[in-house]
């Protein structure tokens, strides 16, 4: 049972990354998922979410810019990132989650880590 993020790499600023949150061993359909980064010496913060009825919320710094999306029949949620800012270099991760806020969680998933050079 795991959830595996991918999709990382480095990119220059104004350029775009979509991740991806595979899970294995148990089915993604029903949760709310979340994606989550950590930037060195900040605190983890919540990005996007998307509810099991496909409702999305999105923190005020990547709001017109990152769109989460899920596909149930590939058991897979995306993370769309575009027009990608210095600011936005972290280690980025997505979680299972049993509410719509993503505060409890199931399950982490492995991080992927997004370089974003000025």
């Known amino acids: 049972v795991q959830l595996q993020a991918s999709g990382g790499g480095l990119v220059q600023a104004g350029g775009s990354l979509r991740l991806s949150c595979a899970a294995s061993g148990f089915t993604l359909d029903g949760y709310s998922i979340g994606w989550f980064r950590q930037a060195p010496k900040r605190e983890r913060q919540l990005v996007a979410t998307i509810t099991g009825g496909g409702l999305t919320d999105y923190a005020d710094s990547v709001k017109g810019r990152f769109t989460i999306s899920r596909d149930n029949a590939k058991n897979t949620v995306y993370l769309q990132m575009n027009s990608l800012k210095p600011e936005d270099m972290a280690v980025y991760t997505c979680?299972?989650?049993?509410?719509?806020?993503?505060?409890?969680?199931?399950?982490w998933g492995q991080g992927t880590q997004v370089t974003v050079s000025s």
């Open positions: 979680a299972a989650t049993y509410d719509s806020q993503c505060r409890v969680v199931r399950r």
